[in-house]
């Protein structure tokens, strides 16, 4: 059974930070690349960073995380990671791992992934 198990969500101030962490299982994580996407209340869904399966290079960032969103992956732990500093009101939004199979191509932008987590709620207040 493929599971996707985020952790690591809570209640934040502004200014704060916070680690989510992404548990797979069920499926060969370093042949899938894998990202964190979000969903805020009345907005679609949108990729926030994703990565490769090596976990090489930086992969992408949406525009309003950059400088201060951080994906990373242990392929030895099947695990992905998204750092996150300097937290914003609007970054408050519940975050979604996903996995998609071969190469990190538009994983964040265009290309459904294949598995997605049950999500984990982040908040943040003014």
């Known amino acids: 059974e493929v599971q996707l198990v985020e952790s690591g969500g809570g209640l934040v101030q502004a200014g704060g930070s916070l680690r989510l962490s992404c548990q797979a299982s069920?499926?060969?994580?370093?042949?899938?690349?894998i990202g964190w996407f979000r969903q805020a209340p009345g907005k679609e869904r949108e990729g926030v960073s994703c990565l490769s399966r090596s976990g090489s290079g930086s992969g992408y960032s949406t525009d309003s995380v950059k400088g201060r969103f951080t994906i990373s992956r242990d392929n030895a732990k099947n695990t992905v990671y998204l750092q996150m500093n300097s937290l914003k009101p609007e970054d408050t939004a519940v975050y979604y791992c996903?996995?998609?199979?071969?190469?990190?191509?538009?994983?964040?932008?265009?290309?459904?992934?294949?598995?997605w987590g049950q999500g984990t709620q982040v908040t943040v207040s003014s």
């Open positions: 069920g499926f060969t994580f370093d042949d899938y690349a």
């Open positions: 996903a996995a998609k199979a071969g190469p990190l191509s538009r994983l964040c932008v265009l290309d459904p992934p294949d598995y």
